[in-house]
């Protein structure tokens, strides 16, 4: 069976907040082809089946680092309202209180990306270990090449928020 939504496409809406990985409600409702305030009123009128390892509303600092990386163009998009983050338990949930026609194999191909972008992670890891073990194994003349395999696989911190503008100095008295 082929998926509406390429995993791809999934992928790409998977966002890395609070440790957890988690799509926003405002990109589940597009992939559901809902309206936002739509899933959110069923989740609201649904509470006790998204415990915190499930969904969060995101914390006010959360929302200005994603409107800052771009994440989220402005905090206009939002509505005015918290965004709420799913984490995989999170969406499996959902289906079972979205009653959309197409509901089921969204869910399906949400699913899969989470599985596949696991599977990567767990392949990072491997190779992380076989590196390591390399790295053990012959002398201290590599260790220039491991400290640098090392740093590409790590993740890129983010950036800092720089201020561009001209500043006028206080008046001194």
């Known amino acids: ?40 009123q069923q989740v609201r009128r649904n509470l006790d089946r998204f415990p915190i390892d499930f969904m969060f509303e995101m914390a006010e600092d959360e929302i200005e680092i994603l409107v800052s990386q771009n994440v989220i163009p402005s905090k206009s998009t939002l509505g005015g309202a918290k965004p709420m983050a799913f984490t995989e338990q999170g969406v499996a949930m959902l289906s079972s209180v979205l ?56 993740p890129i911190p983010p950036k800092k928020e720089i201020k561009i503008g001209f500043r006028i100095p206080e008046k001194v008295k």
């Open 99 to 154: 009653r959309s026609p197409g509901a089921v194999q969204v869910n399906i191909a949400i699913m899969r990306a989470f599985v596949q972008m696991r599977k990567i992670l767990s392949t990072h890891k491997e190779l992380k270990g076989k590196i390591e073990a390399m790295e053990k194994k012959y002398d201290k003349n590599f260790r220039v090449v491991f400290a640098a395999i090392k740093e590409l696989m790590e």
């Open 1 to 40: 069976m082929k998926n509406l939504i390429p995993v791809e496409t999934i992928q790409g809406r998977i966002l890395l907040i609070r440790n957890e990985k988690v799509i926003l409600d405002r990109d589940l409702a597009e992939l559901y082809g809902i309206e936002t305030r739509v899933l959110k």
